[in-house]
């Protein structure tokens, strides 16, 4: 591999790499400059039912530093405005304020309509899904930081900040299309790095493309020693309408920078409520993780998918 391949267009591009960390959608940490108690509502739906959920939690003021309070008793449904079928979600017994049902899966290309009522209040959102990808490859290519800071010129204790030097500069490449034509000005993709199974850092596109030829999709600074014992790297690829896309950076923004978000993100709930109703498809391919045992990574190519 030659190094020409981690050539940098800027070095705000790589600013921007090393200061991602880890984030998990269902610990969202909303903050509001308005007073006063606020529901907040953080909505799931997938082509992936394990995904899907709907979570309901009181917030207060910006000032609050209490933990945030599970909301009880609320009735939550989810209408497919295509086939007018409607599922009610419960609350389940062992996550507070977390609504679910077991299998219920979003269907690409359809749109759904989230209502929630709280002490007879009602608040609605709709998000239409995109279509889903036939991933056929997954390759992945890994240089120590050091090894490639240096052959730029860059000195890593010069950009700052409590850097591990053994990290990796870990880029994922993935190839497929979409199984329907796409509108891109319609729809957005996070991309997610999953490893070992669990989410290790997320990327925004604003347009979401049809077809991928081993494009890359994630970029990210990984510690080696969070590699050591990796068995298995996958990526997947959620396509979702893009009227939450600015909810969603805001709140990637707010947690990369470890700050809260200054105003109330946009939000597609109506009625008041904070949060966001985010239905989307997942598609997701693995491979196999090989640790680089020199300066650089051989390529790897992963061919299992679901």
Known sequence: ?????????????????????LA??????????????????????????LQTYTKLTWLSSIDNVKASQPIHNGLVTLK????????????????PGKYVKSRLKAIEGHTYLLTVSIDSKTYTARSKVGSKFLLSKLRYESLLANDLLGSLGIN?????????TTSRYFTCYVTGDSYN??????????????IDGKRYYKALNNEVRTSYVDDEVITTLIPDSVLKNVKVVS??????DKSIYNYLSEIDNATNNTQAAPTNPPSN?????????????SSVIETNYVQAQSKAQKAIIGTRKR
């Open 235 to 240: 990526v997947e690829i959620q396509a979702f």
């Open 156 to 164: 890593l204790w010069s950009l700052g900040g409590d850097i591990d």
């Open 80 to 95: 497919d405005s295509n086939t007018n079928h409607t599922d009610t979600l419960l609350e389940s017994s062992q996550a």
């Open 269 to 281: 709930i109506s009625g008041g409520a904070l949060g966001y109703f985010f239905a989307h498809t």
């Open 24 to 49: 998990d959608d269902e610990e969202i940490s909303v903050k509001t400059n308005d007073t006063g108690q606020k529901p907040v509502i953080e909505a799931e739906l997938s082509t992936d039912s």
């Open 1 to 21: 591999m030659k190094i020409s391949i981690f050539k940098i267009s800027s070095i705000s591009l790589l600013l921007a790499v090393l200061t991602s960390c």
């Open 181 to 194: 034509s796409l509108q891109n000005s319609n729809y957005s993709a996070r991309m997610i790095l999953n």
